[in-house]
């Protein structure tokens, strides 16, 4: 195993955490070769681009966090990074065979224990979570559509976005009512972590 990169301030981990993020990174590695889980561009900044913008939501979830669902994981980020980092109950819902199939060798190699739904979000089926995320996956307002579906009513949504996260948050407001905690990113100058609780349908909130 190469040495792992170090990453940003404030987003240090224990050595177990580091050695789980190192085998399931020497995973990756291997596979993007046959599958596309990571831009072959994006690959040098494997660790600074894709790892530690994940790690960033790790220090957000509760400990012992009864559920955590994990939106459209692909390569594994951030729902792999943040089950190598907590002891979170952690299920990623990818559709794609492929991919699933590499989340759960991935999650094997790594030593972590996840539940892998190989289904689309319209169709999964899993318990209601206390904490759901996403990354790069969808425009907030379709994002809170399916997120709704596993969250739980006192549950949090973690969203990495960018630059556009204010103009995605005001074309949400026009269909969710839903308290925002805007936390800024430590590895994106132009990115932001969305916190949303309170979720819920603007019809619903009106006719209270």
């Not at 991935?106 to 206390?130: F, I, K, S, T």
Request: aromatic share 4%; with cysteine.
């Amino acid at each position: 195993m190469s040495a792992v990169p170090a990453l940003p301030s404030g987003l240090d981990v224990s050595r177990e955490t580091h050695e789980r993020l190192e085998r399931y990174a020497d995973i990756l590695l291997r596979w993007n070769q046959k599958i596309n889980l990571v831009s072959p561009h994006d690959l040098p900044h494997l660790w600074s681009r894709h790892i530690a913008d994940s790690l960033q939501l790790a220090a957000l979830i509760p400990a012992g966090a009864p559920g955590l669902v994990d939106m459209g994981s692909g390569g594994g980020f951030p729902g792999l990074v943040i089950a190598c980092a907590t002891d979170a109950r952690v299920t990623l819902i990818e559709s794609d065979q492929r991919k699933a199939a590499f989340l759960r060798e991935a999650a094997r190699v790594a030593g972590v224990q996840v539940r892998v739904c190989a289904q689309r979000l319209e169709q999964a089926d899993v318990p209601p979570a206390l904490v759901v995320t996403a990354r790069a996956l969808a425009p907030l307002p379709l994002l809170l559509e399916w997120g709704a579906r596993f969250l739980r009513p006192d549950g949090v949504c973690l969203f990495l976005k960018g630059r556009n996260a204010a103009e995605e948050l005001a074309a949400a407001h026009a269909g969710w009512h839903m308290a925002v905690n805007r936390i800024p990113s430590r590895t994106n100058a132009d990115g932001v972590i969305l916190e949303l609780s309170d979720i819920r349908r603007v019809r619903d909130h009106n006719n209270e």
